[in-house]
C-alpha cells in the first residue's frame, strides 16, 4: 500500500526527513508526494507578486527534481490546503501521511489537527530545516526571561565548530567583530550585483499566472530569482566570491544608489529549504581559512545566519502566541497608505518602501533603522506593521517577521527579545547612508517646517515615555539628551510630532 508524504511549500529540502522516512517503509515509487498551491493562504494579503512567483515556481521545479528522481508527485492547485488534502486522499488512499513540523505556529496546530480531520495515521516529523532543530542551546527556556543572541550564539558556534581554536575559544580572539562592521559607503563605491536568472518556462508560466490572479504589491515583470536548489548554489557561490569580502565592515551601510550592496541576499532561499544554513556557514569559514576573506566579513555572515536567524526562530517558538499580540506601547496609529505607495517627502522613507514594493528586497538595517524605527516612533500598530512585511519581503514569513517587529523592531514585547527600543534621529540616518542629502527636509533641524520628521519622532517619543524609558541602562544617553530641552523646545517638539501624525 502507498504512503503519502506531505511537503511544504517553504520545506523544499534536498534531503527532506519524510521522504527518508517513507522509502525506510516501501519502495521509492509506492512513494506520492503531496504538494499543495493553496489559493486562500496566498490570498491573505495583499503579498508582493515577486514572492508568490518565486515560491510557486521553486515548488513546481522541486516537483518536477522528486518525479524525475521516481517519486510519484500530486501537485495540487486547491482553494485550500484542506480541499487539497481531502481530493488527494480520495484518489490515492495512501495507509499514513507523513510530514515535518511546519515552521510557522498556525501551521504546526493544522498538522496536529489533520488526524482528527482525516480518519489516517499522520506521522509528524520534528524539523530539521533550521539548525536549532538539530541542536537546542537552550532546551528549556524560562517563559518572562530575557535571553541575549550572544549568548545563544557563542553555543551555536562552539556546537557546529565554526570559527573556533582546537582550545575551544574563537578564532581572533573575539566572538564579535561587530565595531569594525559600521561603515558608511565610500562615494563611488560599485559593488557587484548579485547574479541574476533568466526566468525558464515553469517561471513563465507563473509569472501570467500570477500576473493576471493575484492583485498583491509590485509587479511579476523583472522577476530573476533563483528558483531551484543548483540556482540557489550558484547564488550563494556569486556571494562568496564577489561580496563575502567586504560584507563586515559596510555591512550597516545604506545607499540610495544600491539595495544590495555587500549583502548575500541568500535570506530568500534559505528560508525555502533551497539552501542548507550549516553549509553557508562553513563555506564562508572556508573563505577564512583559505585567506578570501576577512574574519570581520565571515564572522559578521556566520553570525547573521547561525546567530541571528536561528535566535530569532527559536525566539518564535518560546514567545508564540503572546508576542504575536504584544503591544507595550499602546500603538494604535493605522498603517499610512505610503507604505503601499511609497510617497512620501521623506527620501529615505521613499526609496526603502519603494524597493520593498517593486523588488520585495531592501537588507536588514534598512527593515530596522529606516522602516521599523519609524514605525515605532509613530506609533503604528504592531499587527499592521507586521502584515506589511509579510507582504511586502520575498523572504517574510511568519517565523521571521513576528519575532523581528513585535521584538527587535518595535519592542512591543517589552523587551524579551532586544535589550532596548531600537530608535534613532536622522543622524544615524545621515551617518550611515546618503539619503538626508537630496531630502526637502534638514537631518540637523530638530523642529521647524524643514526639520526631519526622524529628529521630532524620536524627542516625542523620548518626551512620551520618559517613565518608561529611564528603567532600561542602554537608553540613558537619549534621556540625557532631554536635559538640553526647556520647556518652550519640548512644547515645540510636541507640536511638530502631532501636526506631523495627523497628517500621516
Ligand atoms: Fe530621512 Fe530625515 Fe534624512 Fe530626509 S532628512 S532622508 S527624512 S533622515
Redesign the pocket.
Known amino acids: 500500500m502507498a504512503v503519502s508524504v506531505w511537503i511544504l511549500g517553504d520545506q523544499l529540502l534536498l534531503n527532506h526527513p519524510a521522504l527518508a522516512q517513507a522509502e525506510e517503509g516501501v519502495d521509492r515509487n509506492q512513494i506520492i508526494v503531496l504538494i499543495t498551491e493553496s489559493q486562500t493562504r496566498a490570498r491573505r494579503l495583499p503579498y508582493q507578486r515577486k514572492k508568490l512567483v518565486l515560491l510557486f515556481s521553486a515548488m513546481r521545479h522541486y516537483a518536477e527534481k522528486l518525479h524525475s528522481s521516481g517519486y510519484q508527485v500530486d501537485y495540487r492547485l486547491a482553494t485550500t490546503t484542506t480541499s487539497a488534502i481531502r481530493e488527494h486522499l480520495r484518489k490515492h488512499q495512501p495507509e499514513a501521511i507523513i510530514t515535518m513540523e511546519a515552521s510557522a505556529y498556525g501551521g504546526r496546530k493544522y498538522q496536529k489537527n489533520l488526524a482528527n480531520l482525516f480518519d489516517i495515521p499522520i506521522i509528524i516529523l520534528s524539523n530539521t530545516q533550521f539548525l536549532t532543530g538539530r541542536y537546542n542551546p537552550v532546551p528549556d527556556p524560562e517563559p518572562s526571561k530575557r535571553y541575549v543572541q550572544e549568548q545563544f550564539y557563542r553555543k551555536m558556534r562552539q556546537h557546529f565548530e565554526l570559527m573556533m581554536e582546537p582550545n575551544g575559544k574563537p578564532i581572533g580572539g573575539k566572538w564579535n567583530f561587530d565595531k569594525s562592521n559600521r561603515r558608511s559607503l565610500p562615494k563611488n563605491t560599485q559593488p557587484i550585483l548579485p547574479i541574476s536568472f533568466e526566468p525558464d518556462q515553469i517561471t513563465l508560466s507563473v509569472m501570467r499566472e500570477v500576473d493576471q490572479e493575484y492583485q498583491g504589491i509590485g509587479q511579476v515583470f523583472g522577476f530573476d530569482l533563483a528558483v531551484t536548489h543548483e540556482e540557489a548554489h550558484l547564488a550563494a557561490s556569486d556571494f562568496f566570491e564577489h561580496r563575502l569580502s567586504n560584507f563586515g565592515t559596510y555591512e550597516d551601510a545604506m545607499s540610495s544608489a544600491h539595495d544590495t550592496i555587500f549583502h548575500s541576499r541568500l535570506s530568500p532561499y534559505l528560508n525555502l529549504g533551497l539552501l542548507d544554513p550549516l553549509a553557508l556557514a562553513q563555506e564562508a569559514q572556508k573563505r577564512y581559512l583559505d585567506g578570501q576573506a576577512p574574519i570581520n566579513s565571515v564572522e559578521g555572515f556566520i553570525r547573521q545566519v547561525v546567530g541571528w536567524r536561528e535566535f530569532i526562530y527559536w525566539q518564535y517558538w518560546r514567545l508564540m502566541p503572546e508576542i504575536a499580540s504584544s503591544d507595550y506601547w499602546q500603538a494604535d496609529r493605522p498603517l499610512p497608505e505610503m507604505f503601499w505607495t511609497g510617497e512620501t517627502r521623506?527620501?529615505?522613507?521613499s526609496h526603502v518602501i519603494n524597493r520593498a514594493v517593486q523588488s520585495g528586497y531592501t537588507h536588514h538595517i534598512e527593515r530596522l533603522m529606516i522602516i521599523s524605527n519609524f514605525c515605532l516612533l509613530a506609533g503604528i500598530e504592531p499587527s499592521a506593521v507586521n502584515d506589511w512585511f509579510l507582504s511586502a519581503y520575498i523572504d517574510a514569513y511568519e517565523w521571521v517577521m513576528i519575532p523581528n517587529v513585535f521584538g527587535m523592531g518595535l519592542y512591543a514585547d517589552g523587551g524579551l527579545i532586544a535589550t532596548k527600543p531600537y530608535i534613532a534621529s536622522?543622524n544615524y540616518?545621515?551617518k550611515m547612508s546618503d539619503?538626508?542629502r537630496n531630502?526637502?527636509?534638514?537631518?540637523k533641524l530638530r523642529t521647524g517646517a524643514h526639520a526631519?520628521?526622524?529628529?521630532y519622532l524620536y524627542w516625542n517619543f523620548v518626551l512620551e515615555h520618559e517613565e518608561t524609558l529611564r528603567s532600561n541602562t542602554r537608553m540613558s544617553r537619549s534621556l540625557l539628551g532631554l536635559k538640553r530641552f526647556d520647556l518652550e523646545q519640548k512644547q515645540l517638539i510636541r507640536k511638530n510630532a502631532e501636526e506631523f501624525l495627523e497628517h500621516l
Open positions: 521623506m527620501n529615505c522613507m536622522a540616518i545621515n539619503y538626508c531630502c526637502v527636509f534638514d537631518h526631519c520628521p526622524f529628529n
